[in-house]
């Protein structure tokens, strides 16, 4: 099992338990409430209202002539005694205060709950669209044509990649450097460069004048395909595999390949002009 479905899992939990137990929080409050009221309009206060109050020694007392009489009447076939009245409507209302706690309660539930959901949304993977997925880049002579008129890669917003056209007199060293979708792509003509730097993660734009891509924050460079030129950069620029098909490019922006290792050098590209990092 993957690493977020279990936080997923684990987070969907304890935002189930942390809903029981608000309610059943509230739930035992209010009874307690309802019976201590009950109790209260029972058995008013005797001292408030200038009534001595017995001692246990006459409560005591008083319970065993009570209970005796009951026997007496029972023997005598007496009535049985009578029923409880009902409780007042009033004496199991809410009143402020429970209604102020169960209010506090009930909005730091739906708080916990708000939260949990949005953490779950957070994590939830993507599965389609987006970022992450397969995205749609466009038919690959066009691309390669815009590329060759404006004398830079093809920026492809959605997927956070620049694809740059990969030379076809590159391929027997590519062959030797890389593999996969990203080397498929290469075969076509194409390579997809994801747009971080990998030493400090900035985006990295492209320099026209010099035809590289340059980091504007550390210096980093790498020259059109990506290959680590100089900087504090570590390897190459991470990319992405690419497929095509009838015709059509696809970058699978779901499986990040690192960069090559620094001395890598497919293509002799050195730079055309003046730096603009």
């Not at 058995?43 to 009570?66: K, M």
């Not at 994801?194 to 734009?205: D, M």
């Amino acid at each position: 099992m993957e690493s977020s479905t279990v936080v997923l899992l684990a987070t969907g939990v304890i935002v189930v338990l942390a809903a029981v137990f608000v309610f059943t929080t509230s739930a035992r409050r209010d009874r307690s409430a309802a019976l201590d009221r009950a109790r209260d309009h029972e058995a008013p206060d005797l001292v408030s209202v200038g009534v001595p109050v017995a001692t246990g020694r006459e409560i005591e007392r008083a319970a065993a002539v009570q209970r005796k009489s009951a026997d007496l009447a029972v023997a005598a076939g007496g009535a049985p005694p009578a029923r409880r009245a009902p409780m007042e409507p009033e004496v199991l209302a809410v009143t402020r205060r429970q209604f102020l706690n169960r209010s506090i309660v009930n909005f730091f539930g739906l708080g916990l709950a708000g939260f949990g959901a949005a953490s779950i949304g957070f994590l939830w993977p993507t599965l389609s669209g987006g970022f992450g997925s397969k995205i749609r880049a466009g038919n690959l002579t066009e691309i390669l044509g815009q590329i060759a008129s404006t004398r830079e890669p093809f920026y492809l917003a959605e997927a956070r990649t620049w694809l740059a056209p990969f030379p076809a007199e590159g391929l027997a060293k590519a062959r030797a450097a890389y593999t996969g979708g990203v080397l498929t792509g290469m075969e076509e003509g194409v390579v997809a460069l994801y747009q971080k730097c990998v030493h400090l993660g900035c985006r990295v734009p492209w320099c026209k004048s010099a035809q590289w891509f340059e980091c504007p924050c550390h210096g980093s460079r790498y020259n059109r395909v990506g290959e680590k030129k100089g900087g504090p950069a570590p390897r190459g620029l991470d990319r992405f595999p690419v497929e095509v098909t009838g015709g059509v490019v696809f970058v699978d922006t779901g499986s990040l390949v690192q960069g090559p290792p620094i001395g890598t050098n497919t293509t002799g590209q050195e730079a055309e002009g003046p730096h603009c990092a």
